[in-house]
């Protein structure tokens, strides 16, 4: 396997951090050359140093999106965290049906949205228990930065050990279908949702209208101090007034984020604008 060197490291951590705002400790090399040797395989006859600067030239752009949609942590499965599940029934949509049932509209936002798990988790535990909302206007949109990502999640296919993750079984015989060795969730749950390439520190759609949910669920962690206040400081403009903002069951905002808890001295983490 080929070695990164110092330099090297230097300039692919400056590379995310400008792409994605991923910060890239300097005790995670190893987790970098394990992840780029393919590409570099394919590319530059396994050198990896050489891989980082030839995707580090303006001119490479395509090879670049390679090369950190391949640093890209998609670690995510059906129904990660009972928190999402009990924060769901329990508190959000309920509330939510409340307030929104003069104009019956509801729409949620799965802002890193990696392969799909999450927000068809979404979709299901919708499906499954508010059966009122099918007379609703609700407005699903899940995005990524990641291309191929993004792909996987259109398409709703999964193998049979990302099933096993998290995805109860009688899930399993509602909303999917046998596809060779693969399951397919069913069209009319994929229908449901807009997948859109959304990168969270660049630009983001016109269009993109105020939520009444937010997830942002396992991704500020991995961004520098500066860029998760910027991120959350867009989510918060982003948000309606009486609106939610979902992360993941070890992460906490910052009081200058423009959100507080939902349940003052609760332990889950959902949050509401001020």
Not at 73 to 79: A, G, P, S
Request: proline share 4%.
């Amino acid at each position: 396997m080929s070695c990164i060197s110092e330099n090297s490291y230097l300039t692919l951590c400056a590379l995310l951090s400008d792409q994605i705002a991923l910060s890239l400790p300097a005790d995670k090399v190893y987790l970098a050359e394990a992840r780029l040797q393919n590409l570099a395989s394919q590319h530059t006859r396994g050198d990896i140093n050489a891989l980082i600067e030839k995707a580090s030239t303006v001119a490479e752009d395509a090879l670049r999106t390679e090369l950190v949609e391949a640093m890209a942590i998609n670690e995510t499965y059906f129904f990660r965290d009972p928190i999402l599940s009990e924060s769901f029934l329990d508190t959000m949509i309920p509330t939510l049906l409340d307030k929104r049932r003069a104009d019956k509209t509801l729409r949620i936002w799965s802002a890193a949205c990696s392969t799909g798990q999450e927000i068809y988790s979404v979709a299901m535990l919708l499906d499954q228990h508010f059966p009122q909302l099918r007379n609703w206007q609700v407005t699903l949109i899940a995005s990524d930065f990641s291309q191929s990502a993004l792909s996987k999640a259109k398409q709703g296919c999964y193998g049979l050990n990302e099933m096993n993750r998290g995805l109860p079984a009688r899930n399993m015989a509602l909303y999917f279908e046998q596809q060779g060795l693969d399951w397919q969730i069913k069209t009319e749950i994929r229908e449901r949702i807009r997948f859109e390439k959304i990168n969270l520190i660049r630009e983001w759609p016109e269009e993109l209208p105020l939520f009444d949910i937010v997830l942002l669920r396992n991704v500020l962690l991995y961004f520098s101090m500066d860029d998760r206040l910027r991120v959350l400081r867009r989510v918060r403009e982003q948000t309606v007034s009486d609106g939610y903002l979902l992360l993941g069951a070890t992460e906490s905002l910052e009081k200058s984020a423009g959100f507080i808890p939902a349940i003052p001295r609760s332990h889950r983490p959902f949050f509401q604008p001020v």
